[in-house]
């Protein structure tokens, strides 16, 4: 209790000291953790409509069968529904990547906030939140895991339980980022599993399943097919940013 409020006192005085800056430019804002009017501005928040499957942003309603894209009605993923807070592009990017590469741990809390509001109709069907593994080798040079740590901010908001290790990578897969869709999927399909004992957690339940970012989904599916394999009765799919066309990747 006496440590809490020293944090507390500590963090007050540390606001204090310094004056709030822009989560991504050395801008001054009203209150620590937001971003300031021009940064906010190029965000490309990802609002209607876009698939409901695969959360990959549409010019128009039209394009849609049933609120699908094209591309899921040919080949549905595993998982039900997707939702993407934004875009992935070169202005997002200055949110994910400090958070995943540069120790910016404090990105998290307000990309959950992002999140849950553009997961809010899938997170009110939930039980439960998982967020994508990382592999043990990978965890220990990076000494934290980015989905786990948005997956604990948006458990935070929402008051869902959070299983962080619900599932786990059985062998590093090498950079994913020069691939192609078909290349992804086949190294990653069998990448991933369900932790021992996990089951009991997940049998019967709704599950989101949280990520940074989400490109060709071989990641996400392989994820899936691990929690499904467990007994999962359902499996969301929410993410900070959305690769707007995976083709092009
Ligand atoms: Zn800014
Ligand atoms: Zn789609």
């Known amino acids: 209790m006496q440590i809490a ?5 500590g963090l007050a ?8 800056q822009c989560l991504v430019c050395d801008q001054g804002v009203a209150a620590q953790g937001q971003l300031c009017a021009a940064c906010f501005r190029g965000i490309s928040f990802i609002t209607a409509p876009f698939c409901q499957r695969c959360a990959v942003p549409m010019v128009h309603a039209g394009q ?12 549905p993923p595993n998982w039900n529904n997707a939702r993407a807070a934004m875009r992935y ?11 995943k590469h540069a120790d910016r741990t404090d990105l998290a809390a307000p990309l959950a906030q992002m ?10 069907q939930a039980d439960l939140l998982v967020p994508v593994p990382l ?6 040079m990076r000494r934290y895991n980015q989905a786990g740590l948005l997956a604990r901010a948006l458990g935070h908001h929402t008051k869902l339980a959070v299983r962080l290790d619900a599932l786990v990578r059985l062998r590093a897969t090498s950079r994913l980022a020069d691939l192609n869709a078909q290349q992804r999927a086949s190294v990653v399909s069998h990448a991933v599993a369900p932790r021992r004992g996990a089951a009991a957690d997940l049998a019967g339940r709704h599950v989101v399943l949280i990520d940074d970012v989400l490109t ?3 990641t996400a599916a392989a994820c899936t097919s691990a929690l499904l394999a467990a007994g999962a009765a359902n499996v969301d799919v929410l993410v900070a940013a959305r690769v707007p066309d995976p083709r092009l990747k």
């Open 89 to 99: 592009d070169p202005n997002s990017r200055r949110l994910i990547l400090p958070l």
């Open 5 to 9: 409020w020293a944090k507390h006192l």
């Open 135 to 140: 592999h043990p080798s990978r965890l220990r």
């Open 13 to 20: 005085v540390l606001d204090a000291l310094l004056p709030p």
């Open 115 to 124: 999140m849950r509001r553009a997961g809010a109709d899938i997170l009110d």
């Open 64 to 75: 849609a069968v049933a609120g699908v894209c094209a591309r899921c009605v040919e080949n």
């Open 216 to 218: 060709s989904g071989a």
